[in-house]
Structures are given as C-alpha cells and as structure tokens.
C-alpha cells in the first residue's frame, strides 16, 4: 500500500515502517544513507522540485540516515499541508471543513498519476509501470500489483475506477 501513498502523499498518510522501505528502496549502494541525489530524484517523482544547491542549502548535508530522513519527510509533509507527517511525527490536522473540494482535487491528482492512458481507469499494468518509474517495482510487486487492483475492485471488472480509487485511498 505504500506505493499508492508514496505518489499521493497528501492523501495517504505513510507510517515510519513504509518511510523505512522507502528509505533503503532509495539506498542503492546500501551503505544506510540517502544521497541528496538519490532524495532528489524521489522529492521530483512525488511534484517536489528543488535544485540540488538548493536541497543541500535546506539539508546543511550531503546525505542522510533514517533518522534525518524520517525529520526531513516529516518537515516537508507539515509545510506543504500534507499529513503524510502525522503518523511519523504526531500532529493532526485542522479539523475544517473546507478541505473537501482539495481533497478531491488532490484524489484525482494521483489518480492521473496512475491512469497513464487516460481512459478514466487504472490496471495493474499502469500500476507497475508508475512503481518502475519510481524504482519501486520488482517481480514481488507485479504479483501484488494485481492484489491491490483486486482488492479494491468492487465491480470487479479488473481495473480500478475513479470511485474505487478514492474508496480504496479514503480507507487506508
């Protein structure tokens, strides 16, 4: 489930045991930490855009373990209103009413994110193809690419709808 919430951060929150998968998915050389390139180039695939000079000026650092890494999601989940940091760090949200026209906004934001073709649902093969562009997808997560369209289906017709998308991301 982590995958869906790692595309839509706003909607999902994420818990420390999926930051800590995501954080060694991006430790490609395993040395327990995360360069500013490899942070990089997962800020850019979640719509975060900040040069390198620009993430190194806000990091004081060159790279950073799970604790820093942990804080630093925390930070910019609480800056950009999202809840993502919740879960990680404590803190809720305002209690308004107001945030349901973003909300849906938001939901069908990351749907896009996932229905590659445009044709209004998303398959498992959509749902890989997006986790492989994020570097998230290997031959576990085709089978269980399959399980998380299924699991949501309701019409059961093998494809997740717009409805079926936000009931599945409303749930979890």
Known sequence: MFFWCLV???????????????????????????SLEELNWLLERIGVHLTLQELEAFMGKSSLDLGEFLFFWKSISKEN??????????GG??????GKEEEESDLIEAFNVFDLNGDGVITW????????????????????CK????????NLDGVLDFQEFKNMMLLN
């Open 8 to 34: 839509s951060a706003k909607m999902c929150p994420l818990n420390t045991a999926d930051l800590e998968r995501i954080f060694k998915q991006l430790d490609k050389n395993g040395d327990d930490r995360v």
């Open 81 to 90: 209103g999202s809840n993502v940091g919740d879960v990680v760090g404590g």
């Open 93 to 98: 949200g305002d209690g308004e009413n107001g």
């Open 125 to 144: 093969e959509e749902l890989q193809s997006v986790l492989s562009r994020l570097g998230l997808w290997d031959e576990k997560s085709g089978k269980d």
């Open 147 to 154: 399980r998380m369209i299924c699991m949501y289906d309701t």
